[in-house]
C-alpha cells in the first residue's frame, strides 16, 4: 500500500459531486485506512457519491456497487482518487 | 465425534443477520434490527439437531456475538468477539463457528471468514440475504464456493427460517468429521515475521501461525493474558521490530487479493450491480439536503401525535374500568385498613400504571419499526454534524432515540460507538431523554394544570406541552453533552464511517412482540415495586412513633371542638399522618424541598420515586387517600385537583407546584437501575456519582427557578 502524504493537492473522495465516480488510488491516514480497508474500500475500487446529508456532512459514498457508505469529510479526504 | 453438548458461535459482520438466525434456530427473542451494531455483548441459546436413528439428539449451545467486520475490534462490543475465538479455555470457545455473510456484499464479507479460517476454528459458511443479492441481480453459487473455500456453505435466509436444516446438518458434519482436514492459509506470514511467529508459538504452546500474530497485535485486548506476559510479548515486538499498522494494512490487502477472483467465479451479475431500487429511491429523499429534515420532523410529529392523541381512547377505558373495579372491590370486602390498603393503596396504583399501556406500546412500536426499517441509520447521518457540535457522534442518536423508551437498553448501546469518549458523553446525558417511565409522571401532571383546549384548532395543548417536555429533555442532554465536552478530555479521534444497511419491510410478528415485551416487562415490573411500595408507605404512614399519632388527633380534637364533624375528620386524618413514620420523615426533608414549592406529602412521594419513577403516581395516590377523609373513590387525578394547600387554603397544586415537579422529573436521574448500569459501563462508581450528582442539580435548580418565578 502506498501511503501519499506529499501531494496533499490530489483529488479525494470530499471533492466529489453528487453522482460523480472515482476510482481509490490510496489513502492519507494510517489508522482510518486500516479501516476503510476492511470495509472493503480497495485501491482499485470505484465509488461513487450518492447522497450529502443536510449541512453537507457526512456524505454517502456507494463503494463498487455493492453497498452504501457513509463518511465524515475529513474520513472522505483521506482516500484519494486516481 | 464430539458426544452431549456441541458449542457453536455466530460470527459475521454487523447487520448480517447473526441475531435474527439465532432466533430461528433457538427459538428466542434476541433483539434485531436493521442497523449495523444492534447486538452489543454475547447471548446463549440452545437448539437440538435431531439424530438419525437410535442415536441422540445433539443438543447445542448457540452464541449471539456482536458484528465485526474484522478480528481486529473497532469498539468496545466487537473485543468479546477475539476474547473468546483466541482462548481454547474460555467456557464459550466454540466447536464450530458459523459465519453469518451478507450474501449481497460477498467480497467485504468473505474478509472476516478467512481470518477465522486462518485461526483453525472448524467453520461453516452461512449465506444470509441471498433476497437481496437477488433483487441486486447477483446470483450465488454455493457449491462453486463451498470448492474453492474448502468449507460447507449453506444457503438460508435468516428471516423466514428457510435453511435451517441444511445449516444444522453442515455442523454435524463438521462436528462428527474424525480427522481435522489440513488447514489452508490465506494469509501467509512474509519472511520477516516468520522468526517472530515462531517464538509467540513455542513460549505460548501454539501450533497456529495466525493465532500466533494474534497475540503479537491484540494482547492489550486478551482478558486471559496476564500483565507480564503481554510485557514479554510487547518486548518481543521491540526486538523484531515489527510494525502492527504496516502488517494490519498489507494482510487486509493480501487476502482481498484471494478472496477477489473467488468471489468472481462464485458470484455472477447480470448488468451494473447497483443497490436495491427502492433503497436509492428512498435514500434520495430521506437523506436529501432538504427533504431529509422535512421528512424526519414528519417522522417525529407523527410519533407524537399517535401517544398522545391516538392512545388517549384506549387509556380513558382501561382509566373507566379500574375506577369501576376500585369501586367494586371496595363494596365486596368489609370495610377496615385492610381494604383501604388493596383499594386506595394497590389498586389505584396499578391503575396509575396499567393506564399508560396504550402509550408504552405504541412508542415500542414506533422504536422498533424505526430500528427495522433501517432509517434509524438515516438518522444517525442526517444527525451527524449536529450532534457533533455537541461533542457526540451521529451513532448517539441510537441511545438517544431508545432511552425515550428506557435507559438502561438504551445506555447499553453505547458499545458499539468507537470513540471512548463520545460513548462516556453519550452515557452521560441519555437518561435527560424523557423515558416511558416519566410519562406517567408528565401526564398527571399536565391533565392537573394544563387546560383541555386547542390551539389553531388543530393543536391539543396538552399535547403541545407533552411534546414541549420532550424537547426540553433533548436540549438538556445536548446541552450537557457540551457542557460536560469542556471538562472531560478527548483523548483519541473521532470516527463515524457507518455502513447503510437497505431498506426492509419491518416484520409486523416481530414488532407485535415487542410491543407485548415491552408492556409485560412494563407493567409486571413497576407493578411488583408499586406493590412494595405501597404496602411499606402504608405502613409507614399508618404507624408513628410511640404515642404520637393519637397524641396529635387528641390535640386537633381539643382545638377543634367547636368545627362541623367532617372538618374535625379531615384534619384528624391530617394530623394522623403528619405524625406517622412517613410523616416526620417527610417533615425532615421538607426544608430541602420548600424552595422548589413541595410540601412534605409530595416530598415522600418524592423519595419513594428513587426506586422507580413511576411509582411518584402509585405514591400519591396512596398518601392522598389516607389523608383524604372521603368515602368516594376518586382517580389519582382528581384527587391532586381537590388537594388543598393547608398554609394558604388554596390548591396545593397550583401552577407554579406542577411545573416545577414537571421539569424536576426532566432533569432528575431518579432510577436505580440507570444508576446500576452506569456503573456496570463505567466499570466504577466515578461516573455514576457525578452522573448523578449533577443531574440532581441540573433538577433542583431549574425546578427552583422555574417555582420562583410562576408563583
Ligand atoms: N431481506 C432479508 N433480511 C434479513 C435476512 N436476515 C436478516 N434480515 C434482516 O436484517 C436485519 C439485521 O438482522 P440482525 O439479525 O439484527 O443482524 P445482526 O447480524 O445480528 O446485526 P448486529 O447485531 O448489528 O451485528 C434485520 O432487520 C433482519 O430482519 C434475510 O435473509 N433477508
Ligand atoms: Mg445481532
Known sequence: MNLNKERMSARTVSHLKKGEKGIIKSFTDRAMSLKLLEMGCLPGCEVRLDAIAPFGDPICINVGGHYSLSLRLNEAAVIELE | ?711
Not at chain 2, 432466533?23 to 437448539?47: D, H, I, W, Y
Not at chain 2, 451513532?395 to 438504551?410: D, F, K, N, Q, W
Request: glycine share 6%; net charge neutral; charged share 15%.
Open chain 2, 1 to 711: 465425534m464430539k458426544q452431549g453438548n456441541i458449542k457453536v458461535a455466530l460470527v459475521g459482520n454487523p447487520n448480517a443477520g447473526k441475531s435474527t438466525l439465532f432466533n430461528a434456530l433457538t427459538g428466542m427473542r434476541q433483539k434485531t434490527g436493521n442497523f449495523p451494531g444492534v447486538t452489543v455483548e454475547k447471548k446463549s441459546g440452545t437448539f437440538r439437531i435431531a439424530a438419525a436413528n437410535g442415536h441422540d439428539d445433539a443438543h447445542v449451545t448457540l452464541v449471539d456475538l456482536p458484528g465485526t467486520y474484522s478480528i481486529y475490534p473497532k469498539s468496545k462490543d466487537e473485543t468479546v468477539v477475539m476474547d473468546i475465538l483466541a482462548n481454547p479455555q474460555h467456557p464459550d470457545f466454540p466447536d464450530v463457528v458459523v459465519i453469518v455473510a451478507d450474501a449481497s456484499n460477498l467480497q467485504r464479507n468473505l474478509l472476516l471468514f478467512t481470518e477465522i479460517n486462518d485461526l483453525g476454528i472448524p467453520s461453516v459458511l452461512a449465506l444470509n440475504m441471498l433476497d437481496v443479492a437477488e433483487s441486486m441481480n447477483l446470483t450465488v453459487n454455493a457449491v462453486q464456493l463451498a470448492m474453492q473455500l474448502n468449507v460447507p456453505v449453506v444457503r438460508i435466509n435468516a428471516r423466514t427460517g428457510e435453511g435451517m436444516k441444511g445449516l444444522k446438518e453442515a455442523v454435524k458434519q463438521v462436528v462428527e468429521r474424525t480427522e481435522k482436514p489440513a488447514l489452508q492459509y490465506f494469509y501467509q506470514p512474509k519472511d520477516n515475521e516468520i522468526g517472530l511467529i515462531n517464538e509467540v508459538k513455542e513460549i505460548h504452546h501454539l501450533d497456529n501461525d495466525y493465532v500466533a500474530l494474534q497475540y503479537v497485535c491484540q494482547h492489550d485486548n486478551f482478558s486471559f493474558l496476564e500483565q507480564p506476559v503481554r510485557a514479554r510479548l510487547d518486548a518481543l515486538i521491540e526486538k523484531y521490530g515489527f510494525d502492527e499498522n504496516n502488517f494490519l494494512a498489507n494482510e487486509t490487502i493480501a487476502r482481498y487479493e484471494k478472496i477477489k477472483p473467488i468471489v468472481s467465479k462464485a458470484v455472477k451479475s447480470e448488468g451494473a450491480t447497483e443497490q436495491p431500487y427502492w433503497t436509492r429511491k428512498l435514500d434520495s429523499i430521506l437523506l436529501h439536503r432538504v427533504w431529509g429534515y422535512v421528512t424526519f420532523a414528519l417522522v417525529l410529529l407523527v410519533v407524537f401525535q399517535a401517544i398522545f392523541a391516538w392512545a388517549s381512547y384506549p387509556m380513558d377505558m382501561i382509566d373507566a374500568g379500574t375506577a369501576a373495579a376500585i369501586e367494586w372491590v371496595k363494596g365486596a370486602l368489609p370495610a377496615g385498613v385492610l381494604n383501604d390498603l388493596i383499594t386506595d393503596g394497590i389498586m389505584a396504583g396499578i391503575g396509575g400504571i396499567i393506564i399508560f399501556i396504550p402509550q408504552i406500546a405504541i412508542l415500542f412500536a414506533l422504536v422498533a419499526i424505526l430500528e427495522e426499517s433501517g432509517y434509524m441509520a438515516r438518522v444517525m447521518v442526517i444527525m451527524d454534524k449536529l450532534m457533533r457540535r455537541f461533542g457526540l457522534n451521529g451513532r448517539s442518536v441510537v441511545p438517544l432515540i431508545s432511552g425515550v423508551a428506557c435507559a438502561v437498553p438504551a445506555i447499553m448501546t453505547t458499545r458499539s460507538i468507537s470513540s471512548r469518549y463520545e460513548r462516556l458523553l453519550t452515557i452521560l446525558v441519555t437518561p435527560l431523554m424523557s423515558c416511558s417511565a416519566r410519562l406517567p409522571i408528565y401526564a398527571i401532571l399536565i391533565a392537573v394544570v394544563v387546560p383541555e383546549s386547542k390551539v389553531l384548532g388543530i393543536f391539543n395543548v396538552q399535547g403541545l406541552v407533552l411534546f414541549g417536555l420532550y424537547l426540553l429533555g433533548l436540549l438538556g442532554a445536548l446541552g450537557s453533552a457540551w457542557l460536560l465536552s469542556l471538562f472531560i478530555p478527548r483523548k483519541e479521534p473521532s470516527y463515524f464511517m457507518l455502513e447503510m444497511p437497505s431498506y426492509k419491510l419491518p416484520r409486523w410478528g416481530h414488532v407485535g412482540f415487542t410491543m407485548y415485551e415491552s408492556v409485560k416487562s412494563f407493567v409486571l415490573e413497576a407493578g411488583k415495586v408499586i406493590m412494595a411500595i405501597s404496602i411499606i408507605l402504608w405502613v409507614l404512614a399508618s404507624y408513628g412513633p410511640g404515642d404520637s399519632m393519637n397524641v396529635a388527633e387528641q390535640q386537633v380534637v381539643t382545638s377543634m371542638h367547636t368545627a362541623p364533624q367532617e372538618e374535625i375528620d379531615a384534619a384528624v386524618a391530617s394530623a394522623r399522618l403528619e405524625s406517622s413514620y412517613a410523616g416526620q420523615f417527610g417533615r425532615f426533608i421538607e426544608p430541602v424541598i420548600r424552595p422548589i414549592g413541595y410540601d412534605w406529602k409530595i416530598g415522600i412521594a418524592l423519595l419513594a420515586s428513587f426506586a422507580a419513577r413511576e411509582v411518584f403516581v402509585g405514591t400519591m395516590a396512596t398518601i392522598y387517600s389516607i389523608s383524604g377523609d372521603s368515602e368516594d373513590v376518586l382517580t389519582v387525578k382528581q384527587r391532586l385537583i381537590q388537594e388543598k394547600n393547608p398554609e394558604t387554603g388554596g390548591l396545593m397544586f397550583t401552577p407554579a407546584v406542577c411545573y416545577s415537579l414537571l421539569i424536576f422529573y426532566v432533569f432528575a436521574m431518579m432510577c436505580m437501575s440507570t444508576i446500576a448500569v452506569v456503573y456496570r459501563e463505567t466499570h466504577g462508581w466515578k461516573w455514576p456519582l457525578i452522573q448523578l450528582a449533577y443531574l440532581s442539580t441540573l433538577a433542583y435548580v431549574s425546578a427552583f427557578v422555574v417555582y420562583q418565578v410562576l408563583s
